[in-house]
């Protein structure tokens, strides 16, 4: 099949500005991290919000309930520089449930007046952006304040599974993951959490800094993200979408990109407060 120059420059030239982005708000200093990440999560809910539509037709966005959820979002994203500084222990905790008990409430009010006719289904789907995409965000926030590389490392074994597993499935691979994502292969899949375990065995060997464990980082990365991207790709059958959004072009939308991530960084703030 030939080569389509004008889509192989697009999608190139997209992807060399987004990675650009990425390494420049991951290791530039806190504050350019801090707005890269609400940059991510506004895009992020802005597309569930467009693929909600789209997969319950009783569901109707309502402008101010969205702006609503990304304010309580933001919130709970920039207030872990407040309470969560620290590791996990019973005060962080008892913050966070008082933190959650205060905004649910604000939430279903915000639901019910702005929108009478669909308050339930505002207040569903706004919980689900919260717990899907708001809270991974700010524990992303969180492991930043263990060790400011430890989210690029995070990025970087996403980044090498999707590769691998891409570059293995295209060569030998024959047995499909998942009818959600007929594309993925067992045989690319499998070789991508190994390689991807490897490189993280190696990080752990040649990085000895704050007690990190590489190789649990790594697999988590390997494995939730597959489930993350497995997640991504069921919502999106059920909307009947190719991609959640066209901020990138060539590339899909935010949650195509960030998927794996959000399913990756619970799974890693819990292999870090293990091995600590």
């Not at 693929?51 to 702006?67: H, S, T």
């Not at 293995?168 to 690319?188: A, D, R, Y």
Request: glycine share 6%.
């Amino acid at each position: 099949m030939a080569l389509h120059l004008p889509t192989f420059y697009t999608r190139t030239l997209s992807a060399v500005v987004f990675v650009g982005m990425m390494f420049i708000g991951l290791l530039w200093n806190e504050a350019a991290f801090t707005i890269l990440i609400c940059l991510i999560q506004f895009l992020c809910i802005r597309e569930f919000f467009l693929l909600a539509a789209k997969i319950f037709p009783q569901y109707r966005p309502v402008l101010w309930v969205q702006i609503a959820m990304q304010a309580v979002a933001a919130y709970v994203v920039c207030s872990n520089i407040y309470f969560l500084e620290q590791t996990f222990n019973y005060l962080s905790l008892y913050k966070i449930t008082v933190l959650l008990a205060e905004l649910f409430p604000a939430v279903l009010f915000l639901a019910a007046v702005l929108s009478k006719q669909s308050a339930l289904q505002q207040l569903l789907v706004g919980i689900g952006a919260l717990v899907y995409i708001a809270l991974p965000i700010s524990l992303l926030q969180y492991l930043y304040h263990q060790y400011c590389y430890l989210p690029m490392a995070v990025f970087a074994f996403l980044w090498i599974n999707d590769t691998m597993a891409y570059i293995i499935g295209s060569f030998i691979g024959k047995h499909p993951l998942s009818p959600v994502s007929p594309k993925k292969t067992w045989e690319g899949t499998i070789g991508g959490i190994v390689l991807t375990i490897v490189v993280g065995l190696a990080a752990h060997m040649f990085i000895k800094t704050y007690d990190i464990n590489f190789v649990a980082v790594a697999g988590c990365a390997a494995i939730a993200g597959t489930f993350g991207d497995l997640l991504e790709s069921k919502l999106k059958r059920m909307a009947g979408v190719k991609d959640s959004g066209t901020i990138m072009p060539g590339h899909g939308g935010a949650l195509d990109r960030f998927d794996s991530l959000l399913i990756t960084v619970p799974f890693v703030c819990g292999c870090y407060l293990l091995f600590q």
